[in-house]
């Protein structure tokens, strides 16, 4: 058991690293460059190409380590996620073909993969199970495509997605491991490694000031489908290793940070696919933390959400108690957000008012100073031009 752990985490890591080190030469070929622009502030054009390196080098582990009818169904739906997505970030497909898409891919795992949310635990009413019947796999799509595009708008700055996403991931592994989970523990540890492997890559590190290397769209939607794969079959059934209310803690900051930007999008009268500068990295950013200190932070937030969600499977603590916090905080939680926009949208606007009057007192001034020099503002504006040509031609 040990050499199998040790070797499949050395495989995973290895073949991520070989993949993205084969793939960075050919994907500009392909339109694979992520540039900056007004939302994005990273240095050049940077690869992205983690995501298909990470499905690849999955697939390698799988093959090595034997592969279910559930694994093959979830690594030919994630293989579909991950096409799309690399060709969403080569040509910028609409959202409403993506989420049909996602959809797709969701119904692929609960119809044909049978991984379904068959039953919500007792939630409100202690003893009183919430069974869903009819309604499984709808709400088993709603819950994927929910999960897939939770982890894309996490994707902002450098390490952030993927932290957020080992973080749980890990904590699955361990308890698959204390459960003696045959069926999921290897398959977590190969993406556990082959996300510790793109981290390398990703992260900010004091020998590598910024990341080399991007996930992109390809890697957050196949990482999304595959984190709500985990959650869902290890909560369902006789042999579940979590309490199904525990999945809200392991997706603890995706799911409080999805909805805070849906509420406030949908309040504006924007579209919730409409991207924006206002997630909850960007208020640490404002916080005056670095891109680092901010994706640590949040790294953190979300390790206790999963060591409170881990504890359900040694401490018995009721589901609607669970619930009922993970509502409480999540409320709390929104407030904060929201109160933290507000007081942000203050400043910005007092800030322009006053720089406005400020360049307004600065134009009434030369305009007076011109008239009385019977200067036109048109040659001033001609001569200022010709002065700093002058300035670059010495230069």
């Not at 994005?40 to 940077?46: F, M």
């Not at 749980?168 to 996300?195: K, R, T």
């Amino acid at each position: 058991m040990a050499i199998s752990a040790i070797f499949t985490l050395i495989l995973a890591l290895g073949s991520t690293a070989l993949c993205i080190a084969l793939l960075k030469p050919v994907a500009a070929r392909f339109g694979l460059l992520d540039h900056p622009d007004h939302r994005k502030n990273h240095d050049g054009a940077i690869p992205q190409i983690g995501g298909i390196a990470i499905w690849i080098a999955f697939a390698i582990c799988l093959l090595f380590i034997g592969v279910t009818v559930k694994l093959a169904v979830l690594l030919l739906s994630g293989g579909l996620l991950m096409v799309i997505g690399a060709v969403d970030d080569a040509k910028d497909l609409p959202p409403q073909f993506r989420l049909v898409l996602h959809i797709g891919a969701a119904l692929i795992v609960s119809v044909f993969g049978g991984v379904v949310v068959q039953t919500l635990g007792d939630l409100v009413i202690p003893g009183f199970d919430i069974d869903l019947g009819l309604l499984a796999i709808p709400f088993t799509v709603f819950a994927v495509v929910a999960m897939i595009n939770a982890t894309n708008m996490s994707d902002g700055l450098d390490g952030l997605c993927g932290l957020q996403l080992i973080i749980p991931l890990v904590g699955l592994a361990v308890l698959s491991g204390l459960s003696n989970d045959q069926e999921h523990f290897l398959p977590l540890l190969a993406i556990c490694g082959c996300l510790l492997g793109f981290l390398f890559f990703n992260l900010r590190t004091p020998w590598s000031g910024r990341a080399t290397v991007f996930l992109g769209d390809a890697g957050s939607n196949f990482l999304g489908l595959l984190l709500a794969w985990f959650l869902i079959d290890m909560s369902q059934g006789e042999n579940a290793v979590l309490q199904p209310v525990a999945v809200l803690w392991f997706a603890l900051l995706l799911i409080y940070d999805t909805l805070e930007v849906v509420a406030r999008r949908m309040i504006r009268g924007k579209s919730p696919f409409s991207a924006d500068r206002e997630h909850l990295h960007h208020v640490f950013l404002l916080a005056r933390f670095t891109p680092t200190e901010t994706v640590f932070t949040m790294g953190g937030i979300t390790l206790v959400g999963v060591l409170i969600g881990m504890s359900t499977a040694f401490i018995s603590i009721p589901d609607s108690v669970l619930f009922a916090a993970f509502i409480l905080f999540g409320v709390l939680f929104l407030r904060w957000i929201f109160h933290t926009w507000s007081v942000m949208r203050f400043l910005y606007r007092s800030i322009c008012r006053r720089s406005g009057e400020r360049r307004s007192r600065q134009t009434e001034f030369w305009d007076g100073e011109d008239r009385r020099a019977g200067v036109d503002r048109r040659d001033r504006a001609t001569a200022v031009r010709r002065e700093s040509d002058r300035r670059v031609d010495e230069t």
